[in-house]
């Protein structure tokens, strides 16, 4: 699992990890029952501090897509199945949305308006 970060991004680290998880996931790299990186070894090849990775992977087992254990680390939970759905059915919308004629900023208007 590839896991990247833009340090010059206004998106907080820890969230640019979670993010690269929830995608790694959604494209079926990481599958349920995978476990993934330890912190330590994470931080160490990102160049961050231990308590960055592990607020992110504190907020994808709040999320359900992770659960931690002791001595065993993060394991990817059956959550994932949601998230590799939703991904599909972005790239549906996304579709659509373009067959409509509608830009990304409109999408997203559309999507927010909704989601309300």
Not at 24 to 42: E, I, K, N
Not at 47 to 57: G, I
């Amino acid at each position: 699992m590839l896991v990247r970060i833009d340090p010059a991004s206004k998106v907080p680290l820890f969230e640019q990890v979670a993010a690269s998880v929830r995608r790694a996931v959604a494209d079926g790299d990481v599958r349920p029952g995978d476990q993934l990186p330890p912190a330590r070894t994470l931080a160490a090849s990102l160049e961050v501090n231990v308590h960055t990775v592990l607020r992110a992977y504190a907020l994808l087992r709040d999320e359900g897509l992770i659960e931690l254990r002791r001595r065993r680390g993060a394991v990817v939970t059956g959550g994932a199945e949601t998230w590799a759905r939703l991904h599909g059915l972005v790239g549906e919308l996304v579709t659509e949305a373009r067959r409509a004629g509608l830009d990304p900023d409109e999408l997203n208007a559309l999507i927010r308006r909704r989601y309300a």
